[in-house]
């Protein structure tokens, strides 16, 4: 299985060059000119999405946002780079167009293409404000001259070039769709679920080249994280199945308590102490009713 794996990128190696030129053409966000952001919303999501937990070792004691602890992961281990105000280390240099392409396009200013370890196939969702907000709250970030560790990943995983063709097989480029039948409190969790605090990204099953299957959300998968083992489904059935309400999971995003009484583990409990924790009472209700009702 894995030769195939390796087989497939590498000859993708070669074909994803000659494409690059063609896809690397930056999509200039136009519909973000004019939008004034707003640091203390743009803050608000930066926690609830995971910029922040991600992009600090907090338990080394790390300044915020200046580079994330080691991701151990099937590909080979990736550092979350430096994401403060610094012009060198970090994106002190870059405007809301760059910030916007990286998030919502997955690709660097220079055209490179990014590793899905950086869950851009969910802010890809994110709406203009979102992005104005956001890019308001990074600009105060206080500037950290240090790099963040390069990854450290094998051969095939270590060819960037290899991204581009990733995204060609993988990746949509797509705005979040509100589904204005179901109502406000669903859209509103729908929103912060599929773009913003991506759920799916360690609940959803993944293919060999670390794509999600889309087509069957939340069904449970085996972790990309170093020794978690399986994360369990969350669809309506399973939390169903074993005895969460509605007020459970509302309850538990904000405490890191099951309905059992058992606290969350490993990277679940990281989600609720560094994200959900922090959000409105609403927010967390939203989240709770949409993956309830959907
Ligand atoms: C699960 C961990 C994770 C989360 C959550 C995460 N990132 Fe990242 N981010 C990464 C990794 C890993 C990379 C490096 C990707 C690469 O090298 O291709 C990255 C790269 C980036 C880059 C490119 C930086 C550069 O120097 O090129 C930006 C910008 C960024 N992230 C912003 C964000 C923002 C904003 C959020 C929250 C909305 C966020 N990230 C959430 C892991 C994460
Ligand atoms: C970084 C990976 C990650 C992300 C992101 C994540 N989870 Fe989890 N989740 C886990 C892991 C791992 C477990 C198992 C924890 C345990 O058994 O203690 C888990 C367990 C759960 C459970 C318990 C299910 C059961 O069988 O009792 C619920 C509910 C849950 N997550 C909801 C969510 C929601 C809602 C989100 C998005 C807001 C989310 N998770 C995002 C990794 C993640």
């Not at 087989?7 to 993708?12: A, H, R, T, Y």
């Not at 063609?22 to 995971?50: M, N, P, Q």
């Amino acid at each position: 299985m894995k030769r195939t794996l390796i087989i497939l990128l590498g000859s993708s190696v070669a074909f994803a060059i000659g494409w690059k030129s063609l896809t690397s053409e930056a999509t200039i966000a136009s519909s973000l000119k004019g939008l004034e952001g707003d640091v203390g919303r743009g803050a608000y999501l930066a926690r609830a999405s995971g910029c922040i937990a991600c992009h600090t070792d907090v338990v080394n004691g790390g300044a915020a946002l200046a580079g994330g602890p080691p991701l151990k992961t099937p590909f080979g281990t990736f550092y979350a780079p430096n994401l403060t105000t610094d012009k060198v280390h970090g994106i002190g240099g870059w405007n809301i167009d760059d910030f916007s392409l990286a998030l919502r396009s997955g690709k660097s200013p220079q055209g490179d293409s990014y590793y899905p370890a950086f869950p851009y196939t969910f802010y890809t969702k994110l709406s203009d404000q979102d992005i104005a907000d956001l890019w308001a709250a990074f600009k105060t970030v206080p500037a950290i001259g240090v790099s963040a560790k390069d990854h450290e990943l094998g051969f095939p995983f270590n060819q960037r070039a290899g991204l581009t063709l990733w995204q060609a097989l993988f990746f949509n480029e797509e705005r979040f769709q509100p589904d204005t039948s179901r109502g406000e409190k669903f859209t509103r969790g729908a929103y912060l679920v599929e773009a913003a605090t991506h759920c799916a990204a360690c609940h959803s099953e993944r293919n060999l080249l670390g794509a999600l299957d889309q087509d069957n959300p939340f069904t449970g998968s085996e972790s990309m994280l170093e020794g978690e083992g399986r994360v369990p489904a969350i669809t309506k059935q399973a939390l169903l199945g074993k005895g969460w309400t509605e007020l459970d999971l509302a309850y538990a995003l904000k405490s890191g308590l099951k309905h059992d009484g058992d606290a969350f583990g490993g990277s679940m409990g990281e989600v609720v102490r560094d994200g959900t924790s922090f959000m409105r009472k609403a927010d967390r209700e939203a989240i709770a009713y949409y993956l309830m009702n959907k």
